[in-house]
């Protein structure tokens, strides 16, 4: 078994250890006898068609700006894998560009892939520190935000969980990220996968379950070290 991770823009889009989250995919899938591929794609490449999870990370409104272009040429690619099911995990920066905008502070609009049902417009300040949330499916996630946007979601899209601390979508309505199908966009960097392993064996079993069309039970981990780790996290503070 040989899964590919497309990893969009690893050059812009990599804020807060970004880049850790498709380590974290990497090594459980090798701890598993689960080989790995890394698609890195830069602006100008071409999608490939055995793609079986997609990862996009954070970043500044200006490397934002700079993927607009060649992310509005993939989006249609993008769109055909999601709706057909495959596992998708974008953070931040490429989750408010999964959406439909992101309108920053200068007043720039920057256009998205319209994947996810959301619109993002830059607030008055920055929205920064240690997050918590009840996740929708995946108990409690943690991690770290830094954002200006924020985002509402619209009707086809659901929350990814619930704000215990921190900011989530809009320091107001207390969502946190979206889901639609297999695709999870959120505001935690971190990164999340490592500090929430539960969550990454989710984008692991679906893109198995995609690629054979098969259930799969994943081989257990020692999760001790994570485990705590993830409770020390709960404590701390914002
Ligand atoms: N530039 C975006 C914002 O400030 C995204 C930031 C990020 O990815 N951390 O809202």
Not at 12 to 25: K, R, S
Not at 55 to 70: R, T, V, W
Not at 156 to 184: H, L, P, S, W
């Amino acid at each position: 078994m040989k899964l590919n991770i497309l990893h969009l823009y690893p050059e812009e889009m990599n804020l807060y250890g970004d880049h850790g989250n498709v380590l974290a995919i990497k090594r459980r899938c090798e701890w598993r006898d689960i080989e790995v591929n890394i698609i890195e794609h830069e602006p100008g490449d071409k999608i490939p068609n055995n793609v079986d999870i997609i990862f996009g990370g954070g970043g500044q409104d200006s490397g934002q700006g700079k993927i607009e272009e060649d992310l509005q040429k993939i989006a249609p690619k993008l769109q055909e894998l999601i709706e057909d099911g495959v596992p998708c995990l974008v953070i931040c920066g490429l989750y408010q560009l999964f959406g439909k905008y992101f309108k920053t502070s200068d007043g720039q609009k920057i256009k998205g892939a319209g994947i996810l049902d959301i619109t993002t417009n830059a607030g008055p300040t920055r929205l920064i520190g240690n997050i918590s949330i009840n996740s929708y499916g995946f108990g409690k996630i943690v991690g770290y935000e830094n954002h200006s946007g924020l985002t509402s979601l619209g009707p086809k899209v659901k929350a990814f969980g619930e704000v215990v601390m921190g900011a989530g979508n809009n320091g107001e309505d207390q969502t946190e990220g979206c889901r639609y199908k297999n695709c999870i966009g959120t505001y935690l960097h971190g990164p999340i996968l490592p500090k929430n392993p539960k969550f990454t064996d989710f984008f692991i079993a679906e893109a198995i379950k995609h690629k054979t069309g098969e259930e799969v039970s994943l081989k257990p981990l020692d999760d001790e070290i994570e485990r705590q780790a993830h409770a020390v996290a709960m404590t701390r503070p914002r």
